[in-house]
């Protein structure tokens, strides 16, 4: 199989079902995010963390897959797609994991600032960067609608991802260095 088609050389590029769109399409940039999120959870994965941190990150890439296949697809040819879907179960399997690590984590009084070590850092961006999918997954679906369990999931993965990097501070006995805005007069 060649990697290289030249069908995108005039700036457009094919959706799932064979429709043309340019390749700044909302659903080409929402799609595209999210492929940027999973490989920025493989660098997450790829470090020294937990065994169970890293199974729970490779389930979550496999779902994005799943993800950026459902945002590829119109809408009203989604009955083409032969793949599993976002159900409620994963978004709740998302919160399970947050219930637990919170347990384990000191009360957060302050806004935290990113950083304190280099797989901590790489897990925030993994974090912003779902932000900013979840921000063009919600334009999309203003124009073309978006399951909502896809939407709830997205969300929900960025907060999975903040308590993921306030565990691996913890773990990997990185500072939390809180936000504390100097005061005006």
Not at 7 to 32: C, M, N, Q, W
Not at 85 to 90: K, T, W
Not at 93 to 105: F, G, I, T
């Amino acid at each position: 199989m060649k990697i290289y088609t030249k069908t995108g050389d005039k700036a457009t590029t094919a959706l799932f079902t064979g429709k043309r769109v340019p390749k700044h399409h909302i659903r080409i940039e929402s799609y595209g995010t999210i492929d940027e999120l999973n490989s920025f959870l493989g660098l997450v994965r790829d470090q020294d963390i937990d065994s169970h941190s890293k199974q729970i990150l490779a389930n979550i890439q496999n779902k994005l897959f799943t993800v950026g296949a459902i945002l590829a697809t119109e809408p009203k040819k989604d009955n083409r797609l032969k793949i599993p879907r976002i159900h409620s179960e994963d978004i709740e399997a998302l919160e399970r994991e947050m219930d637990l690590m919170n347990e384990e984590l000191p009360e957060m009084t302050h806004f935290i600032l990113p950083g304190g070590h280099i797989t901590v850092s790489y897990c925030h961006i993994a974090r912003t960067v779902c932000r900013r999918g979840e921000r063009m997954i919600s334009y999309l679906h203003e124009n073309e609608p978006v399951p909502e369990t896809l939407l709830a999931y997205i969300n929900r993965l960025s907060d999975y991802l903040f308590v993921l990097a306030r565990k691996l501070s913890k773990d990997l006995q990185a500072d939390e260095v809180k936000w504390i805005p100097e005061k005006m007069d």
